[in-house]
């Protein structure tokens, strides 16, 4: 294996970077989301008014929650050159390094589950605002 092949924490960086790059792009799309169905609400009615608040401050945080993962996978991909630094070994096999990455690997698959569990009911909702209304 020659360098350019070695695995490297700089590659591993850059490599997860599509992590907080998706995220970051599933939040700005949750919050247009949000935007949309708040034009729909009918602000002569207080509890649309309240929505529409929710909303409102929902929409901010969303928004730069997003942007915030936008630039961190940024970063995170930049580091793709980071040369590999010297590593102990003792410390990098210490139980609580496996435990972080197994929490890690674990939330993953929860929110791959996540996904998968709401895909669902996604689909019949999307079904139903294509129904053209005749």
């Known amino acids: 294996m020659n360098d350019s092949e070695q695995q490297t924490c700089g590659k591993g960086l850059a490599e997860n970077s599509v992590l907080p790059a ?3 792009k599933l939040i700005s799309a949750m919050a247009g989301n949000l935007e949309a ?6 602000l ?3 509890n649309s008014r309240a929505e529409y608040d929710a909303y409102e401050k929902l929409l901010k945080n969303l928004r730069q929650t997003a942007a915030q993962l936008s630039v961190t996978a940024y970063e995170m991909a930049g580091y793709r050159d980071l040369p590999m630094g010297r590593h102990n070994e003792k410390a990098m ?5 496996r ?3 197994e929490r890690f690997v ?3 698959q929860e929110l791959m589950e996540l996904l998968q569990q709401t895909q669902k009911r996604d689909n019949k909702l999307l079904d139903m605002m294509r129904v053209d209304k005749e």
């Open 99 to 101: 435990e972080a990455f």
């Open 22 to 24: 998706k995220l970051g």
């Open 106 to 108: 674990q939330y993953k």
């Open 37 to 42: 169905h708040r034009k729909a609400l009918d």
């Open 93 to 97: 096999t210490h139980p609580r390094v």
């Open 44 to 46: 002569t009615d207080l």
